[in-house]
C-alpha cells in the first residue's frame, strides 16, 4: 500500500518574511510537518514526531499570493521510524502585475519549489493502526 498526502494553500500577506513579499523557506518546512503529521495519522493513528530532515534544497522562490502543494509519501517503514520524502510545488503564481494586484496565474507545469526528506518516529506504544494491521 502507498502511503501518501497532500494539501493545497495559498501563500499570504502573513507568510511574507523578506522584501518583495518573499516567503520564508521555513514555511515549506511546517507545509511538510503538516504532511508528515497525516501520513502518521493514517498509518498508526498517532501524530507521532518528526526527529530529523536529513536533506533540505530550496529550488524556487514563493511570494504571498502564489498556491502551494505540499507532496509527502512515506518511503520506508521501520519498527518506529518512518522515512519521508517531500514535494513543494508552486501551482498558481499570485501578483503578477503591479497595476492589478489581484491578477494571478494557473501554471501549465508546477514548479518545484522545495524538496525534503526527513525521519519521523512513532513510539510503538502509539501505533494504534499499524499493530492492529501486524
Known amino acids: 500500500m502507498e502511503h501518501t498526502s497532500m494539501i493545497r494553500l495559498r ?53 504571498a499570493g502564489d498556491y502551494i502543494e505540499a507532496h509527502g509519501k512515506i518511503t520506508k517503514i521501520g519498527n518506529t521510524s518512518r522515512q519521508m520524502e517531500f514535494h513543494a510545488y508552486k501551482v498558481i503564481q499570485g501578483n503578477i502585475d503591479p497595476a492589478n494586484p489581484s491578477a494571478a496565474d494557473v501554471l501549465a507545469e508546477p514548479i518545484l519549489v522545495c524538496y525534503a526528506r526527513g525521519t519521523c518516529v512513532t513510539p510503538k506504544d502509539k501505533q494504534r493502526l499499524t499493530a492492529k494491521s501486524e
Open 11 to 63: 501563500m499570504s500577506a502573513h507568510d511574507a518574511h523578506y522584501g518583495g513579499d518573499l516567503v520564508d523557506g521555513a514555511r515549506m518546512l511546517g507545509l511538510f510537518g503538516d504532511v508528515a503529521t497525516e501520513l502518521l495519522i493514517r498509518l498508526d493513528g498517532d501524530e507521532g514526531l518528526f526527529v530529523a530532515y536529513d536533506c533540505v534544497e530550496f529550488k524556487a522562490p514563493v511570494f
